[in-house]
Structures are given as C-alpha cells and as structure tokens.
C-alpha cells in the first residue's frame, strides 16, 4: 500500500470526504485507487464504512410530514383546544415516534437524548432513515385518522395517475 504516512508533528489538515457507491468493477478500482493514496494519521486516523447506500430522505417526505401535521392542527380538537401544527410535532416526537429508531448511518439508537438540564428529549426526525421516517408518517396519520382527521389525498400519489 502507498499510503502517505503524516508526521504527528504535521497537520494533514482537513480530510475531504469521498464517497464511492460501489456498483461495478470501474467504481470499485477508482475507490481501491483513493485508499492507497489516503493520509495516514495515528493523531487523527481517517474512519472507512463500508455499508449498503444510505438513501435520504426527499423533500417530498418532508412536505408531506409536514402537511400531515397541518392537517391535524385544522381539524382535530383534544379536550376543547386545537394545537398549531409545531405542537403537533412535538407531541407525534413524544407518542407516536418508535421508542427505537433507524439513523440516517444506519444506526439503531433510542429516540431519547439528554438535553442540558438532564430530562430527555426526543431526537429530531431529520436525523431519521428513509424507511423510518416514511413508517413514522404512517403513524401520524393513523393516529390522525384515530381522532377524526380526514387526510388529503398524498400528492405524489396524484401525479403518478396524471
């Protein structure tokens, strides 16, 4: 290996990120070829991840959430009060959110953090997978749906029979 090898008396600097989907032999030469040519830095060591692709989650999924929750602050009524659709995120973080949740690096980690005063607070949804975040929207809205909301139909589902 051909590794350039840093003198801990030397900065390497910050370390570009390079991302490779290894989906064929030409791909997978051009990865092999940046490795070998990687800093190496006992002081600050390079981490390698090989893992299926990761996809993120699209905007679309976000829009949707998001009309979800505006959709339960127009109509549902809990003990005589509407809450706005910020409140609605909280609440579905809280309740509705799985207990245990897939990250965006694959990682299966509880839906608790600590915040500073040591209570726990719920991890933001935008550090959830693809396939997690879509099953988190399907409990809003059966949730929604367990209240008497009546849900638009998804507008992604309305331009695939345009």
Request: proline share 4%; aromatic share 8%; net charge positive.
């Amino acid at each position: 290996m051909t590794a350039l090898t840093i003198n801990s008396a030397e900065s390497r600097g910050k370390f570009q990120t390079r991302k490779f989907l290894l989906s064929g032999s030409d791909v997978l030469k051009r990865a092999l070829a940046a490795l070998q040519n990687v800093p190496l830095d006992p002081d600050k060591p390079l981490e390698l991840v090989v893992r299926e692709e990761q996809k993120q989650r699209g905007l679309d999924a976000n829009g949707l959430y998001w009309m979800r929750l505006g959709e339960i602050a127009e109509q549902a009524v809990v003990l005589g009060k509407k809450y706005s659709k910020e409140v609605w995120h909280e609440y579905a973080r809280q309740n509705l959110m799985p207990e245990v949740i897939t990250t965006k690096e694959g990682e299966l980690r509880s839906k608790w953090i600590e915040s500073p005063s040591g209570q726990p607070v719920t991890i933001s949804t935008t550090f959830l997978e693809r396939r997690c975040f879509s099953e988190y929207i399907q409990a809003v809205e059966a949730y929604g749906a367990g209240i008497g909301v009546r849900f638009s139909a998804n507008p992604k589902n309305l331009q695939e029979f345009a």
